[in-house]
Structures are given as C-alpha cells and as structure tokens.
C-alpha cells in the first residue's frame, strides 16, 4: 500500500474522530465547539479524497472539488466570533466562497475528466495559478478578521472571569500568525520559485505540524469555559457612564445642601430627612456618599461638623464657650459622640487639638 495513502487516510480518521469528540462532547461550551467540530469534519472529507485521488493524473486531481481552501477558515472565525459573544448579521453570506469554489471546482472536475488534454492548456494552469493565489489571499484575510476578533476578546475576559488563565485564545493567535506565514511564503514560492520536492515536503511538514497544534489546542480548551459578550460589556460600560451622571448630579446636590443650608447643623438629621431635603431617593444618597469616600451618612455628616467646630475654634466670638457648647453649635448631640468622632476623623483629641493651637 502506497505510503501517501495510508498518511492521507490515518490523518482522514484522526481529524473525523477529533470532530465527533467536539461535535458531541457535553459541556457549557458545546455551541461554540460545533465551529471546529465543522472544521474537522470538512478537513477529513478533504483528506479523505485525497487517498482517493492517489492513482488519478495530479493535473485532474488539482481540481479535486473537495478542498475547501475558502470554507475551513471560516469556521475558526466564526468560532473565535462566538467565543467572544460578537454579534455579526448575514454570517450565512461567509459560506458563500466556500459553495462557489466546491461548484467551480466540480464543473471542471467533470469537464478534465472528460477532456483530459483540457488540464495542459495555457487557461488551465493559469485558473490554478490563480485560484492558489486567491486561496491564500482568503485565508490570510480571514486570519487577521479572526486576530482582530481575538483581540477584543482578550479585552473582554476580565469582565467576566476573575481568573483568565488558560481562557485566552492565544494558541489560536499563535496558529493564526503562523498560517499566515505559512500561505504568503507558499504564495511566493508559487510565484517566484519553481516546483520542487524539497518545497512541497517542507510545505507538507509545516502542514501537518499546524494541523496537529490546531489539534491539540481544540482539544485543550474543549471544556474551559471562555465566552464573553459584546453587548454585556458595551452595555456595561454605558452604565457606568450613566452612573457617574448620576453620580455628578446627585453629589452636586448633596454637597449643596450640605454647604449652602448646612444640614450637618441639625443634631437629629437623619438619612431620610437628608434624603427629602435634596429631592433624591436616600438609598440613592447613601450609595453616592459611599462613592465620595465616606463610610456611610453619619460620617460625612460628622465630618463637616467637625470642620465647622474647627472654624467655630478659630473664630474670636466663640471664644469664650466651652468645649460641649462648641460641639452643639456644630450639630453634635452629646460631648461623647463629638469626642469619638473628632479623634476619628482629625485623628487627633480635642484637647490635644487646642494644645496645637495655642
């Protein structure tokens, strides 16, 4: 048995039994894997008409229809596309390079088949040429789609996942980069170089070595989990720009009312009362002080309580109360909450505070 034959049909099998795994493997990412299960399963149909075509002119087997140059790429695109939860219309119409060149292919299939001679002619060599060329072209386009579709993807992942390791698609990217490599050298050689056996094994090699890393890394992350979203993160970020509207408004509000009516005055101020002198919900209030780096309400009541004692301090016509009489005026309701919370927030006593002073 010829030795192309049996590496043809070994690689057929190997590449059907990696679809099904994909294709039928139960996990949370069982949608998405389908994309290269396809992948696969269209690779060992072209592998497998490889072996078939073994003992057929190689001009007519150049027409083999069952290449699929412009339909497998499209399948890693539309996986990194559903790995990163973006949204594309009409992904139909990708296919739609992929049935031409199975079409095209056939009808000259057919047409070598019957006119053998047809395969030699100046037209023929050169429709190969250039549908090499083009194959290349398409692939190398549909890899840099498929690396820019990762690069947001990468964007994505801390969004959804705390720990990204082992989630990114970086041996995709790797795969990508190299495949692209791979064809514009191929398209050079094509061009530039002229036929040879060391070319054609050292493009086969590179071949099988990107086939059993693209292999490997399908496998590896069959049960990672990895899907972000769009739309999630955009929708995400348009509420984060909603709340710091909000955020903006409301603490202008509160900052008002604190500095222009000075609410902090009134010892038994409370968050709702607070809530109802600004015109704003006070779970609204409380999350907008949290915001502005205060613990809670009191706090930020307290604090500029403790900012007008101080002033009351410094003041000349103050001068003469004591220290209780002070801390009322400033909107405390007891020496021992004005006491605690003066050392919290100065992080200094009150008496030590006069001792500064004078």
Same mark, same amino acid.
């Given at each position: ?7 043809y ?8 039994i990696?679809a099904l795994?994909?294709? %039928? *493997?139960?996990?949370? &990412?069982? @949608?998405?894997?389908?994309? #290269?299960?396809f /992948?696969? +399963? ?11 075509m073994?003992?057929?002119?190689p ?7 069952f290449?699929?140059n412009?339909?497998n790429?499209?399948f890693?695109?539309l996986?990194?596309i559903?790995?990163?939860?973006i949204?594309?219309?009409n992904k139909?119409?990708y ?11 056939s009808l000259?299939?057919i ?5 053998p ?18 194959c290349s ?19 994505f992942?801390?969004? %959804? *996942?705390?720990?990204? &390791?082992? @989630?990114?698609l970086l041996? #995709?990217?790797? /795969?990508? +980069?190299v495949?692209?490599?791979y ?16 070319i ?16 490997i890394?399908?496998?590896?992350q069959i ?8 739309s999630?993160?955009e929708?995400?970020k348009?509420?984060?720009e ?30 709702k ?14 999350k907008?002080?949290n ?10 009541l ?8 101080k002033?009351? +301090?410094e003041s000349?016509k103050?001068q003469k ?13 007891s ?10 927030i100065?992080?200094?006593s009150?008496?030590?505070y ?5």
């Amino acid at each position: 048995m010829d030795t192309i034959f049996v590496f043809y049909l070994a690689l057929g099998i190997q590449s059907l039994i990696v679809a099904l795994i994909l294709l %039928f *493997y139960k996990s949370k &990412k069982q @949608k998405v894997n389908k994309y #290269l299960g396809f /992948f696969f +399963i269209f690779l060992s149909i072209e592998l497998f008409s490889y072996t078939l075509m073994q003992d057929v002119d190689p001009y007519i087997a150049s027409y083999n229809p069952f290449r699929f140059n412009f339909l497998n790429m499209v399948f890693i695109y539309l996986y990194a596309i559903k790995t990163s939860g973006i949204e594309i219309r009409n992904k139909y119409w990708y296919y739609i390079p992929g049935i031409l060149e199975f079409c095209i292919l056939s009808l000259f299939f057919i047409k070598v088949n019957e006119t053998p001679d047809l395969v030699y002619s100046y037209n023929s060599i050169m429709f190969l040429y250039s549908y090499i060329i083009s194959c290349s072209i398409f692939i190398v386009y549909m890899c840099i789609k498929t690396l820019l579709v990762i690069r947001s993807h990468t964007t994505f992942l801390p969004f %959804f *996942y705390t720990d990204t &390791k082992y @989630k990114s698609l970086l041996w #995709l990217t790797i /795969f990508c +980069i190299v495949f692209i490599a791979y064809h514009i050298i191929a398209v050079l050689s094509v061009i530039v170089l002229p036929d040879t056996t060391y070319i054609t094994t050292a493009s086969d090699s590179l071949s099988l070595l990107l086939l059993y890393y693209f292999t490997i890394g399908s496998l590896m992350q069959i049960n990672i989990v990895n899907i972000t979203s769009k739309s999630k993160v955009e929708s995400s970020k348009r509420k984060q720009e909603e709340n710091k509207e909000i955020y903006k408004r409301v603490s202008k509000a509160i900052e008002q009312c604190m500095l222009g009516e000075k609410a902090f005055l009134d010892p038994d101020m409370t968050l709702k009362a607070f809530a109802k002198k600004v015109g704003e919900p006070s779970r609204l209030i409380s999350k907008t002080i949290n915001e502005m780096e205060y613990k809670n309400f009191n706090m930020y009541l307290n604090h500029y309580r403790v900012e007008e004692f101080k002033m009351l +301090i410094e003041s000349g016509k103050y001068q003469k109360y004591s220290n209780t009489a002070l801390a009322k005026e400033a909107g405390f309701n007891s020496r021992a909450s004005f006491y605690k919370n003066f050392k919290d927030i100065a992080g200094i006593s009150p008496s030590d505070y006069f001792e500064s002073l004078n």
